[in-house]
C-alpha cells in the first residue's frame, strides 16, 4: 500500500458499535500484518460516555470472540474530518450527523455507511445493542465482522500492499 489509510469508525455514544467495530478491524489488521498500512479509531457522536470503556456487555461478547476492547469513548471532532481517509457511520442518523459535522465537500466524501462494506448480511444499518439483550451484541458482532472483512478486501484492493 502506497500510503497508510486511516479509519474512523462512529456511533452515537462510542461504547457499543464503533468500539466494537475498531476492534474487530484491528484483530483484522494485525493478523494480515499491515498495521503500517491500516490505523483505525473510534468516536462517537455524542460526548455523554467521554473517557469510559466500552460498554462492559459489548467488552463480554467481543471477548468471547477474542476481540479485547480497550478504547476510551470520544466525540467526534472537526480535526478527524482532516485526520482520517474514511469515516465510516453505522446507521443513518449518524451518518447525517457527520455530513452536518464535515467542514467541507471534500471532507463529507469520507463520510461511509459501515452497512455499505456488508458482503453476507442484507442489513441498511449497525442496529445499537444498548437497549437490548445478548442476541442484539450478538448480532452487531455478526455484522461488524462482516463489514470488517468488506472493507479491508476494498482496502486492500484498491491500495495493494507492498510485497
Do not use: W
Amino acid at each position: 500500500m502506497k500510503k497508510k489509510t486511516k479509519i474512523l469508525f462512529v456511533c452515537l455514544g462510542n461504547i457499543c458499535r464503533s468500539p466494537a467495530a475498531e476492534g474487530i478491524m484491528q484483530k483484522l489488521v494485525n493478523k494480515e500484518n499491515l498495521d503500517n498500512n491500516i490505523s483505525v479509531d473510534s468516536a462517537g457522536i455524542l460526548n455523554y460516555h467521554e473517557g469510559e470503556l466500552p460498554d462492559r456487555r459489548m467488552r463480554n461478547h467481543a471477548e468471547k470472540r477474542g476481540y479485547n476492547l480497550t478504547s476510551h469513548s470520544r466525540p467526534v471532532q472537526i480535526a478527524d474530518f482532516y485526520q482520517f481517509d474514511l469515516i465510516i457511520a453505522m446507521d443513518d442518523s449518524n451518518f447525517d450527523n457527520l455530513l452536518e459535522m464535515a467542514p467541507d465537500l471534500e471532507t463529507k466524501q469520507k463520510v461511509h455507511r459501515m452497512a455499505e462494506y456488508l458482503q453476507r448480511y442484507m442489513n441498511d444499518y449497525i442496529p445499537d445493542p444498548y437497549y437490548s439483550g445478548a442476541d442484539g451484541f450478538e448480532l452487531v458482532l455478526d455484522l461488524l465482522e462482516d463489514a470488517c472483512s468488506g472493507l479491508l478486501k476494498e482496502i486492500k484492493t484498491a491500495s495493494p500492499p507492498d510485497n
